[in-house]
T-cell receptor
């Protein structure tokens, strides 16, 4: 199976909260990241969390990490149409390759 | 603006053409990457350079040839491509040391269409 897994699609109504989930397999993951990709653009780093943290909040974004279950989530409060994009989960680990491993990405569709 | 610039943004080429993609980073990073992004597929890592040395080549066909003349520049030379090579090619860079890397910064990508 893949090292980082995400569901492919999420549809929400404008103003609601969105929760995008990710699971990973590498127990030595050190940093976990969320990237955003808008149509026709590259990936933009949104936020990251160090593996010894449980939660990180940055304005409308909340990242939750359950290290025991190897589960990462990104919550977007008050979702706007401008949040429509593909969201990628990624991890780097200290235990082996330093190369970031990405999930397939979750397409977030925000409708009025 | 992420500090990683890719040119051209769009490229249409015939199967017999030779072209090059360019990536430049002004972040002082020592690792640079080429990724391929196709529809309905995960982001595929193609090549990794660390301190100008190629450290990864993920079974990429020889019609793709990378070049890293210095830590700030990365090229992807293309020749005799196939239509299935049409994709978004993303360049990224990061600071790597002792088996660890900071977050990767991405360029805007080159949308390649092979006709």
């Amino acid at each position: 199976g893949e090292d980082v897994e995400q569901s492919l699609f999420l549809s929400v109504r404008e103003g609601d909260s969105s929760v995008i989930n990710c699971t990973y397999t590498d127990s030595s993951s050190t940093y976990l990241y969320w990237y955003k990709q808008e149509p026709g653009a590259g990936l933009q780093l949104l936020t990251y969390i160090f593996s010894n943290m449980d939660m990180k909040q940055d304005q409308r974004l909340t990242v939750l990490l359950n290290k025991k279950d190897k589960h990462l989530s990104l919550r977007i409060a008050d979702t706007q149409t401008g949040d429509s994009a593909i969201y990628f989960c990624a991890e780097t680990s200290s235990g082996g390759s330093y190369i970031p491993t990405f999930g397939r990405g979750t397409s977030l569709i925000v409708h009025p | 603006e992420t500090g990683v610039t890719q040119t051209p943004r769009h490229l249409v080429m015939g199967m017999t053409n030779k072209k090059s993609l360019k990536c430049e980073q002004h972040l002082g990073h020592n690792a640079m990457y080429w990724y391929k992004q196709s529809a309905k597929k995960p982001l595929e890592l193609m090549f990794v350079y660390n301190f100008k040395e190629q450290t990864e080549n993920n079974s990429v066909p020889s019609r793709f040839s990378p070049e890293c003349p210095n830590s700030s520049h990365l090229f992807l030379h293309l020749h005799t491509l196939q239509p299935e090579d049409s994709a978004l090619y993303l360049c990224a860079s990061s600071q790597a040391s002792s088996g660890f890397s900071t977050e990767a910064f991405f360029g805007q990508g080159t949308r390649l269409t092979v006709v």
